[in-house]
């Protein structure tokens, strides 16, 4: 093999830890250190040991110190795992989504139908996509999730010492993010908290499942009727108190109101009533987000409907008035 070949070859790296990265998981600096490689192969070598701190072995949650050396092991990311070209209408949709903007933090209404992140068969995400929208930026970096059906806000940290402040907010419940969801039938109780615990299962397929188990984790969500479609559906606001996966759409299901759209936990008949009304993408939209900055600045941002969710109400409110008119 010749020097050039060899060269191109992925080596081995060691980092210090400076004051940015110091704090933070070494799975989560791993995932920005080695952009485009799976979470399952950065989990292995986590397993493996073949990621060495100060020489010695470490789990996923070891919270990095200033001053750690960190021994990074070549990783080569094969061409189908890179992240796919944003479109321009995806650039320009997303420029015109951005909700708000500073120096350290981004909060953009995310579409429905774009996952966060790449992974398991998906080549672009949203946050690969603002990487290459704005390849001058030196990190970029998501601070929560939402699932890829679910539409609205989503906060992206610009700077380390953002993400950091925001995860411990988020920790101590000092974020407060309000859901707009349209379900199945009509919601009795005007208010309504729901606490059940909730169990994660993952699939031999890799899909997650997540039901109501008494073994599960403590979640609570308060609901709160916004407009009722008669018998048919319910606008409802949801406000997630702890944040586990599919929280909202499990615990309205176990209340008897399942999201409408929701291919995972909606029975088939009601999806089969909606799909008629031409509602189909799961009616789950992130509609704001409440919190404190580090400087004490009080932010409240909020995310209008996309089309597909404001056709939607629209759609129920006319279905609703036809019916009243027909009786």
């Known amino acids: 093999?010749?020097?050039?070949?060899?060269?191109?070859?992925?080596?081995?790296?060691?980092?210090?830890?400076?004051?940015?990265?110091?704090?933070?998981?070494?799975?989560?600096?791993?995932?920005?250190?080695l952009k485009g490689v799976p979470k399952t192969l950065i989990y292995r070598v986590l397993r493996k040991g073949e990621v060495r701190v100060n020489k010695k072995r470490i789990k996923p949650e070891y919270k990095l110190q200033l001053g750690d050396e960190v021994r990074v092991p070549p990783l080569r990311v094969s061409?189908?795992?890179?992240?796919?070209?944003?479109?321009?209408?995806?650039?320009?949709?997303?420029?015109q989504a951005i909700l708000y903007e500073t120096d350290a933090l981004l909060i953009i209404n995310k579409p429905s139908g774009l996952a966060v992140h790449g992974g398991s068969?998906?080549?672009?995400?949203?946050?690969?996509?603002?990487?290459?929208?704005?390849?001058?930026?030196?990190?970029?970096?998501?601070?929560?999730?939402?699932?890829?059906?679910t539409s609205?806000?989503?906060?992206?940290?610009?700077?380390?010492s953002m993400l950091r402040y925001l995860h411990e907010a988020l920790r101590e419940k000092r974020v407060r993010k309000i859901y707009h969801a349209l379900v199945l039938g009509r919601w009795a109780n005007r208010q309504q908290r729901v606490e059940a615990p909730l169990l994660r299962n993952e699939l031999k397929s890799g899909e997650r499942i997540v039901r109501v188990d008494a073994e599960g984790k403590a979640s609570i969500t308060e609901f709160k009727v916004l407009?009722?479609?008669?018998?048919?559906?319910?606008?409802?606001?949801?406000s997630p108190l702890t944040g586990?996966?599919?929280?909202?759409?499990?615990?309205?299901?176990?209340?008897?109101?399942?999201?409408?759209?929701?291919?995972?936990?909606?029975?088939?008949?009601?999806?089969?009533?909606m799909r008629a009304l031409a509602l189909k993408r799961l009616m789950l939209h992130a509609a704001e987000l409440r919190l404190v900055l580090p400087d004490?600045?009080?932010?409240q941002v909020q995310a209008e409907y996309?089309?597909?969710?404001?056709?939607?109400?629209?759609?129920?409110?006319?279905?609703?008035?036809?019916?009243?008119?027909v009786s």
């Open 1 to 33: 093999m010749s020097d050039s070949q060899q060269d191109s070859r992925p080596q081995v790296r060691l980092l210090s830890i400076d004051a940015e990265s110091a704090g933070q998981r070494i799975d989560n600096f791993l995932r920005t250190q």
């Open 79 to 95: 061409e189908a795992e890179v992240a796919a070209p944003v479109s321009r209408s995806l650039t320009e949709h997303l420029q």
């Open 121 to 149: 068969g998906i080549n672009l995400g949203l946050i690969e996509a603002l990487r290459q929208m704005r390849p001058e930026a030196r990190f970029l970096e998501l601070v929560h999730r939402l699932d890829r059906d």
């Open 152 to 160: 609205g806000c989503i906060m992206v940290a610009k700077k380390r």
């Open 227 to 238: 407009r009722r479609f008669g018998d048919l559906a319910t606008l409802v606001e949801a």
């Open 244 to 273: 586990r996966t599919h929280q909202i759409r499990v615990h309205a299901q176990f209340v008897g109101h399942p999201i409408i759209g929701d291919e995972k936990y909606a029975p088939d008949e009601g999806l089969k009533k």
């Open 296 to 299: 004490g600045e009080k932010l």
């Open 306 to 325: 996309d089309a597909e969710m404001a056709l939607a109400v629209q759609t129920l409110v006319q279905e609703t008035a036809d019916k009243t008119s």
